[in-house]
């Protein structure tokens, strides 16, 4: 059985663009994650009063036949490969992959809490999935009103359209 789930991916470290590409094409290379969309990719100011660059996020819609444990160790996996160093707390990365929401399923284990716990918070989270949700209303109503409500006031803005990114990551 095939689920839904919405994820983020960032990255402030090297070719930023390049970084995302990749993660993209190795989502779509696994045999267990179908119809990837990505959204528009957007530059963002960084949280967390960590001095770094800029990021560039998307979001992302999938659907996959793994549940959200197997889907975390394959973003963790990803994230290996793309050489992400876990050295401080919100700090500069070359890549990072989150499941942002999975179906409609609320978990709060250690490892893995969904929905996102900073979701709500985080427009270039927000943004990104809005634009890529307009097929599954009640989630695009949701995030709308998570928008409205963000207390969230970084800067976000459109740096390359997600017709032209999605061109250039098809496999």
Request: proline letters at 4%; hydrophobic letters at 35%.
């Amino acid at each position: 059985m095939k689920s839904k789930a919405y994820l983020s991916v960032g990255s402030n470290i090297g070719d930023r663009l390049n970084n995302i590409v990749q993660a993209v094409n190795l989502l779509r290379s696994n045999k267990h994650i179908y119809n990837v969309t990505v959204s528009s990719v957007y530059e963002t100011e960084p949280v967390g009063n960590v001095e770094q660059q800029n990021f560039y996020n998307i979001g992302i819609k999938i659907e996959t036949d793994l549940d959200p444990f197997l889907l975390l160790e394959v973003l963790h996996d990803i994230e290996q490969k793309l050489h992400r160093k876990r050295l401080v707390r919100w700090g500069p990365r070359t890549i990072d992959l989150d499941i942002i929401d999975y179906e409609n399923y609320q978990i709060k284990t250690d490892i893995l809490t969904l929905p996102h716990k900073e979701r709500d918070n985080r427009k270039f989270v927000l943004e990104p999935l809005l634009e890529i949700s307009k097929d599954d209303p009640a989630y695009h109503n949701l995030l709308q009103e998570k928008i409205k409500c963000t207390k969230d006031t970084n800067w976000i803005k459109v740096v390359q359209q997600s017709e032209v990114f999605n061109e250039s990551t098809k496999n």
